[in-house]
């Protein structure tokens, strides 16, 4: 039997003293980690590449209208000295930040390894890996030691998905780059990812009963944010049992 999640009963953390940086906060999942870390009062800044993009996630969440706590950054930050860039203008213009969040990236599927292109290999994994690992050396230094990094990742960082090889490489490595993280930042900051299962959003054509949603992934990066000694962990909802028992753990659902 599917479980079922109700966010209306869900104990969503105060957060109001802090201050998020959700990159990848315009993309589809990106939207739930928006919209649940605006429920906790918290300061939310999300990068995007276009005014374009901000004006039509601006027209996502017209529903919550215009939160005095959510803005934006517009420019480049998927390079090493960009992501730097990037850091250096928002601590400038909004001031230190807490947590940071990257939801990065995107799905390939398609072809067996023996048929990728180099262009498709110079996407997806070398242009979406560095995108992630120059926000993670622009913001690691910059987090206070009760600040989190957290990573979200699909469920092909642990199980190889035939035709989606890229991705799986991909994913996988971004796993360990969350483990190496963890040791190398000591207790300088909290580290911590989420493995995820299909996610329902606004841009799935079908959804499935069990498939976890977007702002249960947003309320459950909230919940490790909130929990001091939530670290070093890879938090696994592959589907809506998993997901229940994620939030159960962080004591964001009622037992």
């Given amino acids: 039997m599917t479980e079922t999640i109700d966010l209306d009963k869900a104990l969503y953390p105060d957060l109001s003293e802090r201050r998020v940086v959700i990159a990848g906060g315009t993309g589809?999942?990106?939207?739930g980690l928006v919209r649940a870390w605006l429920k906790t009062g918290a300061h939310v800044v999300?990068?995007?590449?276009?005014?374009?993009?901000?004006?039509?996630?601006?027209?996502?969440?017209?529903?919550?209208?215009?939160?005095?706590t959510l803005s934006f950054a517009v420019g480049d930050y998927t390079g090493f000295d960009a992501a730097q860039r990037m850091a250096e203008r928002i601590t400038a213009e909004h001031g230190p930040v807490?947590?940071?969040?990257?939801?990065?990236?995107?799905?390939?599927?398609?072809?067996?390894?023996?048929?990728?292109?180099?262009?498709?290999?110079?996407?997806?994994f070398v242009g979406m890996t560095t995108a992630h690992v120059a926000t993670a050396r622009a913001w690691s230094p910059r987090l206070p030691r009760t600040g989190t990094y957290q990573?979200?990742?699909?469920?092909?960082a642990v199980?190889?998905?035939?035709?989606?090889?890229i991705i799986s490489m991909q994913q996988a490595g971004l796993l360990m780059?969350?483990?190496?993280?963890?040791?190398e930042a000591g207790e300088r900051h909290r580290v911590a990812a989420q493995i995820l299962g299909p996610v329902v959003t606004r841009a799935r054509r079908r959804i499935d009963p069990d498939w976890v949603t977007n702002e249960e992934v947003g309320?459950?990066?909230?919940g490790i944010a909130a929990r001091p000694e939530a670290t070093g962990e890879d938090y696994i909802s592959h589907d809506k049992t998993q997901m229940l028992g994620t939030l159960r753990g962080l004591g964001l659902y009622p037992q």
């Fill in 46 to 68: 999300v990068p995007s590449r276009s005014e374009g993009k901000v004006g039509e996630f601006r027209q996502a969440l017209s529903d919550i209208g215009t939160p005095e």
């Fill in 98 to 124: 807490t947590d940071v969040v990257a939801s990065i990236g995107g799905w390939w599927q398609g072809k067996p390894l023996w048929e990728i292109s180099e262009q498709d290999w110079q996407r997806y």
């Fill in 219 to 222: 309320l459950v990066s909230a």
């Fill in 159 to 165: 199980a190889p998905v035939p035709g989606a090889s």
């Fill in 177 to 183: 780059m969350r483990r190496v993280l963890s040791e």
């Fill in 151 to 156: 990573l979200i990742l699909g469920g092909s």
């Fill in 28 to 31: 589809d999942v990106g939207e």
